[in-house]
Structure formats: C-alpha cells, structure tokens
C-alpha cells in the first residue's frame, strides 16, 4: 500500500503539500462537504539527451553526406 496523508482543503490553500511528495506517495483532500480529491505525484520517466538528437538525425536528413568534424578543435574555440 502507498503512503498517503489527508488533509482539509483549508490547509491546501495555505501551502502547496504536492511539493512534499515522495514517489508513489499521495495527498487527499477532504472538503467539508465531505467530498475527496487525491493528488498523486507522477513521475515522468527520465528522457535520454542523446535518444532525442539521434532520432532527430534521422529524421532531417543532411544533404551531400558525412562531414568529418574536429570536436576538439570546435571545444578550444568554444573555450576561447
């Protein structure tokens, strides 16, 4: 069983208890006419830099082929 809390719906007013969550954990909120909401924290999943920039390659092709390229090069001059 996750963990959860509750709460009034004043006390959601005067601070922001989503901000405090765990993961998995959740919040719920009673009103005093008796209904309840309940704020679950989701995460997304981590999403890889280099995944993004090699489906972007293969997606926008480059015209006239493969240019070689000095990292180095472009790194000191970056530096500089």
């Known amino acids: 069983m996750k963990a959860h ?3 009034t719906g004043r006390d959601l007013r005067r ?4 901000e405090q969550l765990g993961p998995g954990e959740s919040v719920i909120i009673e009103k005093k006419s008796g209904k ?4 679950k924290r989701v995460d997304a999943a981590r999403k890889s830099m280099v995944a993004a920039v090699d489906k972007l390659n293969r997606e926008v092709p480059i015209p006239g082929g493969d240019l070689p390229t000095d990292l180095a090069r472009l790194v000191a001059e970056e530096r500089e």
């Open 36 to 39: 309840l909401f309940v704020l």
């Open 5 to 7: 809390k509750t709460i």
């Open 15 to 18: 601070g922001a208890p989503e």
